[in-house]
């Protein structure tokens, strides 16, 4: 007779065990079964997946627009009279302190030189008859303005560090100023005059991101306005920061510009995302997910069904085990461990896919793939999960089989 | 009838009182219709260990009602039956299913054979539910396959095998677990007369190794083998001669 080893009786080693030779028994089977679940999970894992991805886009495009630049200046405040009053002040170097701060790639001070009246004519012609013209603006700047508010030359240069160190007579037209100006070429080494000094064109600026002004603008190096035109202090910083740069801006920046008074310094950054694109953004994995889900629910369905017709099939071999000593809960987790398996199985392959898909599809259309790997882990999860609930049902009608039913109706 | 050899329970018993391994005493069935069907009517049976006993009978008679008794698969309307001393027609499912698991080895008509698994994983199945241990499970198996004169055989699949081979596996796993008695149910009714000649042959061996059997059959010859015949017509059981 059988020795006494009540632990080595059918255990969850044995279950999972049988299960997995029943799973494999029938492998042309196992394939459609998995099918539903991999449709599913593979739709879940693509659809939040590419929500991702187009998440991205669309926080790309935001960005593209407004998101990279950001500028600083000296905060104000009203005072008893009602009138601004200006707090604190920016240091001269303030493009260069604000520059190394990480996620900075480009900063300029701006300034409106106030050149006492003095008028702004490519002729120095004294016509006391000529009806009184305004004159372009003159704003002062540093070097890296191009960079910094996304602009670009037309013709010529830009003045770098060296002039800007030596106070050169140079300047940068904005295209309108240039053209009300009649300077068509900076080939021909025109000159333009504020007051009775000669300034040399060096560059005309025919586009700008930010700052409108500065095509109208007579633009002059930082140093030339302090010393042609008494220029106390700048103004502004404008900034081309790093997406996502913007918390440590908002933080650093004004530390780094006023170390004594920091919040003298009004910074005005790119906040998070906004609303309304968080707005787009969760209405779209909403619709992503009910569709995935519903994949699921297809898929869960479709396991149940087939595990369920695989109970019916296999009643004789349930009555063999029962008759061979397997309890009704043997019989149970048999068939759950087997509906746990295929869930799984369609869960691993549905998520493989659909990592497949959105890195095939982003490929395609040069899109950077964005993938939680978390989601895509969990998703695999999903599907046993889906293969446990599917499976809870017909693993409950195969415990119920009556042995002797079960035996007559064969193998 | 009853024989004088030992059963491993009967050493804490006095040796004039050898308890059988099975007993039946006024053991009824009725299945529930219109008319109630009474396929077994207070029936009385004992089998001794090393009993090698023929239940015979026409079809419909009660044959299988019995043996699904006896291999405790159904429940008696009324009556008891004891499985070596213990009383199993009031115990709890889960003791009638380990005693089922340790004592009883079922031979079918169709073999009930799983098509998908080999010889060898067939023949393992019984060894999971009756609490092998492990580490003996396959030498177990393969003792059992070796003694049915099948070792050459235990990778193939059952579908590959004849007839007479299948139910020699079907044996195998019914004497893997070592058990108390084996009860075969039409053992050869799917067999030509070459493979049943075979079958019952082994059914002498190991009766002569000391298993005890009970085998329902409606072919004489079969039932010539057995030691011990009774026959069952319309619920009732009686002793042939």
């Known amino acids: ?411 | 009838m009853s024989t004088t050899q030992a059963s491993p329970a009967s050493d804490k018993l006095p040796p004039h009182e050898p308890v059988p391994v099975l007993s039946l005493r006024g053991v009824s069935q009725d299945f529930p219709g219109t008319p109630v069907v009474r396929a077994l009517r207070r029936t009385d049976l004992d089998v001794a260990s090393g009993d090698y006993l023929a239940i015979v009978g026409p079809s419909g008679s009660g044959k299988s009602t019995l043996l699904n008794q006896l291999g405790l698969l159904d429940r008696p309307t009324a009556g008891e039956y004891r499985l070596r001393g213990v009383a199993t027609a009031t115990a709890s499912e889960k003791v009638r299913t380990v005693m089922r698991a340790r004592h009883i080895g079922f031979v079918f008509q169709s073999f009930h054979l799983m098509p998908h698994r080999s010889v060898l994983d067939n023949v393992l199945l019984a060894t999971l539910y009756s609490g092998v241990p492990r580490a003996e499970r396959h030498t177990r198996a393969m003792a059992a396959l070796e003694r049915v004169g099948l070792g050459h055989r235990t990778r193939f699949m059952p579908t590959t095998l004849s007839g007479g081979e299948r139910q020699r596996v079907a044996i195998a796993r019914a004497v893997v677990t070592l058990p108390d008695v084996l009860l075969a149910d039409e053992p050869t009714g799917n067999l030509d007369s070459a493979s049943s000649a075979a079958i019952m042959d082994l059914f002498d061996e190991l009766h002569g190794d000391g298993l005890t059997l009970v085998v329902i059959t409606h072919n004489s010859d079969v039932a010539a083998r057995a030691g011990r015949r009774v026959q069952i017509i319309d619920g009732h059981l009686a002793e042939l001669p």
């Open chain 1, 1 to 411: 007779m059988a020795s006494e080893h009540p632990r080595d009786r059918f255990g969850l080693r044995d279950a999972f065990a049988e299960a997995v030779a029943g799973v494999g028994a029938r492998t042309g089977r196992l394939l459609l079964t998995v099918l539903g679940t991999v449709l599913g999970i593979a739709a879940v894992v693509v659809t939040v997946g590419l929500a991702q991805t187009g998440a991205n886009r669309i926080n790309e495009r935001f960005d593209a627009v407004g998101a990279r630049h950001a500028s600083a200046e000296p905060a104000t405040r009203d005072n008893a009279q009602g009138e601004a009053q200006v707090l604190g002040s920016l240091p001269w170097d303030a493009a260069a302190r604000a520059e190394r701060i990480a996620g900075v790639r480009a900063a300029a001070t701006i300034s409106t030189v106030d050149t006492d009246g003095a008028t702004i004519t490519s002729v120095p012609v004294n016509d006391p008859s000529a009806a009184p013209r305004s004159s372009p603006a003159v704003l002062a700047t540093s070097p890296h303005l191009l960079e910094a508010v996304g602009g670009t030359l037309s013709q010529g240069r830009f003045f770098d560090s060296g002039h800007d160190e030596r106070a050169d007579r140079v300047v940068v037209l904005g295209v309108d100023a240039a053209a009300r100006l009649g300077v068509t070429r900076v080939a021909t080494l025109p000159s333009v005059f504020i007051g009775d000094e000669p300034y040399q064109v060096i560059g005309i600026m025919d586009s700008t991101e930010r700052r409108n002004n500065l095509l109208s603008s007579v633009i002059v190096p930082d140093g030339t306005a302090r010393a042609d035109f008494d220029l106390s202090k700048p103004q502004a910083v404008e900034m081309l920061i790093q997406v996502g740069a913007s918390p440590v801006l908002i933080d650093q920046l004004p530390v780094a510009l006023a170390p004594t008074n920091p919040n003298a310094i009004t910074v005005n950054a790119p906040g998070k995302p906004s609303s309304v694109q968080q707005d787009i953004q969760s209405d779209v994995y909403v619709v992503f997910l009910a569709l995935g889900g519903v994949a699921l629910l297809i898929g869960g369905v479709g396991i149940a069904n087939v595990t369920l017709l695989s109970v019916m099939e296999r009643a004789g071999e349930i009555g063999l085990r029962r008759a061979l000593g397997a309890r009704r809960r043997d019989v149970a987790a048999q068939f759950l461990i087997e509906s746990v398996i295929v869930g799984g199985l369609g869960g691993l392959i549905g998520a493989s896919s659909g990592v497949a898909v959105v890195a095939v599809v982003s490929l395609m259309r040069q899109w950077t793939p964005v993938l939680d790997l978390r989601m895509v882990l969990a998703a695999a999860l999903a599907g046993a999960i889906v293969g446990l609930l599917a499976g809870l049902y017909p693993a409950l009608r195969a415990a119920r089989m009556e042995p002797v039913a079960a035996l007559r109706s064969g193998l």
